[in-house]
């Protein structure tokens, strides 16, 4: 049976002329979905490039100096000072590579991937809570993941909304419910050839995707089919949706009609009424709260002395110096810098904290807002989220910590910061990649695509016998 439908459905489809120009189209639009995503991409890679290199040249630069000088020379102190070791190592954290950010953006195009390990420069610089890109951030990156979740669907319903319809207009109806395989298994092996033929532009592009990127640094088989099953999925969900709507037996135009709603309300309706329910609940503070911290850290040298001096003693305790007769001028910039650090850090927090309360609330609406699901699954597996951006910043956080508590101490403690001292200088490393579980954001969509099935397999009998009966 399906071998003689699928025969007729192909032939039918080499005489439309109109849908193979549909299938060229749209597989245009997915082969310039990937190439944006991999221009983007390899933009980011070459910035991360130079970086690394600067970084690099920096470093063995500044050790030469610590290699080859002596604490007899005049200008000895300009280089081994806390702020100048800080300033001079020139060093860059860079967010680890995903190959698969060429397919879901996501928030790599917002967020910085690429910041300064210096300790006196704030994290949040250059970023605050304006987006660079607000058109993009309303109407979506135009990557694969976009394709695979506004465009795919509205090629499949333009194909398949009139499967059974069409026929039940035309008089073939009558002739197909002769036949002894059943008027449904007809309908579902004829809508299923529709989907096939409309995954198309998707299996073709995917292909080139793969050729592409599988020679990216950090590609994985693994998360490569994970992404790929993630959008085979939803487009099953599609499946599900037009075989449900169809076999219901109503005309062409309540089919088309039921389907651009279905379709309009789940990808416009819900996610942009949700969205505005969170920017009344959740409303970003962002800005604000790095103004305020500006305000308050420029105040913070001017602290009494005293409170300076008890705040070392407090935050440094296993370093033994006379505070007294220590220099007054660096006592307060060693205390100053490591309370301006502890309040930027206390920032950051409280945005992250932020966030993950809204991402909780969004987890929770997945059963509202399944589409929401899928998406954030394709960030997840991609490196994109925006949970991994806040895991990368607070890692980078607990570096710079890191960074000036080693060279305070040091400072402070000993006569000279030399070669040594130099040699055990902290290093930023990347955090070790973290497995994300995305498969509880897609058990929305997974328990809608069974249900749906479900009711076309079962639920449908009696409208499949009465439209028998009225043909």
């Keep these: 049976m399906l071998q003689t439908i699928f025969l007729y459905e192909w032939k039918l489809l080499f005489r439309n002329k109109i849908l193979l120009l549909a299938l060229v189209l749209f597989t245009a639009i997915a082969g310039i979905s990937l190439n944006k995503g991999v221009r ?17 040249r920096a470093y063995l630069k500044l050790k030469t100096k610590f290699d080859t000088s002596d604490f007899s020379q005049p200008n000895r102190l300009d280089i081994e000072g806390v702020w100048a070791v800080d300033w001079s190592i020139w ?12 397919i879901t953006i996501g928030q790599n195009d917002i967020y910085s991937t690429i910041k300064r390990t210096r300790f006196a420069t704030e994290i949040f610089s250059g970023e605050q809570d304006e987006f660079k890109n607000p058109e993009q951030l309303l109407t979506g990156n135009l990557d694969l993941t ?51 033929i409309s995954l198309f532009p998707f299996i073709i592009i995917i292909i080139i995707t793969y050729l592409t990127i599988n020679g990216y640094k950090n590609f994985g088989t693994a998360p490569f089919l994970q992404w790929i099953s993630i959008a085979l999925l939803y487009a099953g969900f599609w499946l599900s949706v037009v075989l449900f709507i169809i076999d219901r037996g109503w005309n062409s135009m309540i089919n088309i009609l039921a389907l651009a709603g279905i379709w309009l309300l789940l990808l416009i309706g819900i996610p ?9 609940k959740y409303p970003a503070n962002t ?22 001096k008890t705040f ?16 007054t001028t660096e006592i307060r910039w060693y205390s100053s810098g490591v309370m301006e650090l502890q309040k930027e850090k206390e920032v950051l927090n409280n945005i992250a904290a932020n966030v993950k309360t809204q ?50 101490a040091n400072h402070a403690s000993k006569k000279h910061f030399g070669k040594e001292e130099f040699a055990g200088l902290p290093l930023y490393k990347p955090a070790p990649a973290q497995k994300q579980a995305v498969w509880k954001y897609l058990l929305p969509i997974t328990l809608l695509t069974v249900l749906l099935a479900a009711g076309t397999l079962f639920i449908n009998k009696k409208t499949s016998r009465n439209l028998i009966r009225k043909n």
Excluded: C
Aim: aromatic content about 16%; overall charge negative; cysteine-free.
């Design 272 to 280: 942009g009424i949700l969205n505005s329910w969170f920017q009344y």
């Design 40 to 56: 983007y991409y390899n933009i980011q890679q070459t910035e991360a490039d130079t970086v690394r290199s600067g970084t690099q």
């Design 91 to 102: 060093e860059y954290a860079v967010k680890e590579e995903n190959p698969l950010s060429t």
């Design 312 to 327: 070392f003693a407090a935050y440094f305790p296993t370093i033994k110096i006379d505070t007294a007769a220590t220099d």
């Design 359 to 408: 991402t909780t609330k969004e987890e929770q609406m997945f059963w509202i807002n399944p589409i929401g699901g899928v998406m954030r699954a394709f960030t997840s597996t991609s490196g994109s989220s925006l949970q991994q951006q806040q895991d990368f910043e607070n890692h980078l956080m607990k570096f710079k910590q890191q960074r000036a508590d080693y060279l305070i």
């Design 287 to 308: 800005q604000q709260q790095i103004t305020r911290l500006r305000d308050e850290k420029a105040k913070l040298y001017e602290l009494p002395l005293q409170e300076h």
């Design 146 to 196: 976009y394709f695979i979740l506004f465009l795919f669907p509205l090629l499949f319903i333009a194909i398949s909304y009139n499967t059974a319809s069409a026929d039940e207009e035309s008089g073939v109806y009558k002739l197909l419910a002769t036949q002894k395989f059943g008027i449904k298994s007809i309908t579902t092996a004829r809508v299923f050839f529709k989907w096939l």
